[in-house]
């Protein structure tokens, strides 16, 4: 809320819409990148609500326009509303809840096949806590925390113990359809917070500023060949040189 | 479910209709219609399903509410130039197509409502707003603003608005926005459902889907609003204590408690709750007498013929229901005076309330 208003001009502005089944954690996902903040039980969100955050990406400043909007059925025809005009989505499944990945996909689809043809889709497996060892059911080995962790960050390997069989979606099944739909991904947990910057900058990464500079601009503003050379500069995928260099995580 | 103890069956189908109201405001008539024609059995649960809070509050409201009691719009007491000069910045420019209502609600009470000529707005429908936009999922939301459809079902029930919902302040005492700790919050959202209306809110109803030109507009207004010192002024009044008083002002012998409705203005002021009526036995019985003076001055207890004045005298008060051409009243008082005490303490309300009403109701909000 105190966000709004300030330095409007340096900073570009991107919309983007959540969507996904009810009760995946859409309102935690954006609370965690907004205020850094968990609620467990929070309401049902109604309708949708609107929030912004900043996000600096090298020497651009992102402000996000956040629509984070109701999960529940009944709500699902107001969704071409938000995700119109669009330039970001991030759907978001439950990684407990094999039918909300079925939901995401439908989403996925819909995205596809209505939104703006440039919106960047990202894919958000949430509740990625209740999946792994917690600290307290691996306090036995408390000494060696450091090798629990590479033990569990080993790729591929499933990690052991109970809270694992909680899990109805594979990280690598959700990361296979992901690829072949075009889609950025990631496994978050809005009450640790894992992931939940790293989404939120990976799509600021994949977001054509310059398109979107360009098209806010208007014709006045700049040269037909400055604007041309915006335009080839995104084309040639402004971000690719820049995936080498160390993250910049947003400043939330 | 709970519903009051009242046990009035008059006030038991006044209270399931407002029950029915807040369902419309969800689903609409005519979706209602849609589904049972179609499966007579159907579980209206699962189309309810997220919104069980809207009817919980609407329950806790409807036990106490005395502007719902009296289907009236209940102002929050306030210097009218304070109010006109909320007023004047909440006024649509013709740029903002499509909007319906423009309403600024401070301690669950209306502070303005700017309307269309052609349109007023039922006070059924008024609280159907202020029951959802005090609800714990819009209030204790991190959201800048929910965007929400909604059938407000005295304007048009077969027809979804959308309602711009922004919390300009949100005066919580225990501010636990500041607190990250990640456990906390559970106990604070069910402490903030007690005293679920305070804080102040820009309501702004569209006819529209354009949420752009609805927020940018709403966001000129509000930074007009905290930028000329109207939003101080106004909640300065409300933490001075002003937007209350208590019977004790008016200065009439023997006066406990009233409730005066303006019958022109579709309007209700009454005084705090306090002494003999804090707690909640207390006042669950007051505004029991009230219900039932209320049906038997509009004919509604079964009598045939309706009743201008009824006075009944227990042991613990006297209460007297009185209906005018301008005005209907309720009032408690002591039952040691006599009743003809009472029926001066009544004039004395109505003269008191007349001389006040400049701050007491809305009067002249502006119309576009």
Known sequence: ?252 | MHVSLLGVSQNLSSQLEFLHLQILSIVTASQLRRIFERRTNFDLRRLLDGTETFLHSMLDRLEFDLAMATSSLHCLRLDPMVRKRVADTLVPTSKVKDILYVILIARGRVVTLIRPKKHSIHPADIHILMNTVHNPSIFNSPAAASWIPICLPKFNPNGFVNAYISFLQRDNPEEPSSAPSPSSPQSSSSASVTDSDSGTALVCISGGADFDTIRSWCDGVTQKLTNEGTLKLLSDCVRSGQAEYTVSELGIPGLRHFVYKSRAQVQVTFPTFEDPYENLTDRRRIITFYQVLHDAIHAKSGQSETLKLQYIRTEKESVMGWITQPFEMYIALSPRLPKSAVVGAANAVSRWVKKEEGRLFLKDAPVF
């Open chain 1, 1 to 252: 809320m105190a966000e709004s208003g300030s330095v409007p001009d340096k900073s570009v502005q991107v919309k983007l819409v959540l969507l996904g089944e009810a009760a995946v954690g859409k309102s935690s996902v954006v609370l965690r990148f907004v205020s850094n903040e968990f609620q467990a039980n929070k309401e049902p969100t109604i309708g949708a609500a609107f929030l912004t955050q900043k996000c600096r990406l090298e020497d651009r400043v992102l402000r996000y326009e956040i629509w984070d909007t109701a999960g529940q059925e009944r709500f699902h025809s107001l969704a071409p509303m938000y995700y119109r005009n669009a330039q970001a989505a991030v759907v978001v499944y439950d990684v407990t809840k094999a039918t909300s990945l079925e939901k995401a996909k439908s989403w996925v689809k819909e995205l596809q096949r209505q939104a703006n043809p440039n919106i960047v889709i990202a894919l958000a497996g949430n509740k990625v806590d209740l999946v792994q060892p917690s600290a307290s059911s691996s306090g036995n080995n408390s000494e060696s925390e450091d090798e629990a962790d590479d033990a569990t960050a080993t790729p591929g390997e499933a990690p052991s113990g109970e809270s694992e069989s909680l899990r109805q979606v594979p990280r690598e099944e959700a990361q296979a359809y992901a690829t072949e739909a075009g889609l950025l991904f990631f496994e978050t947990s809005a009450k640790t917070g894992e992931g939940i910057v790293d989404l939120f900058t990976e799509i600021a990464r994949k977001i054509p500023i310059e398109h979107i500079l360009a098209s806010t601009r208007g014709a006045g503003r700049a040269g037909p060949g400055a604007n041309r050379a915006g335009v080839s500069r995104q084309e040639g995928g402004v971000n690719l040189e820049q995936g080498a260099k160390p993250k910049d995580a947003c400043n939330c």
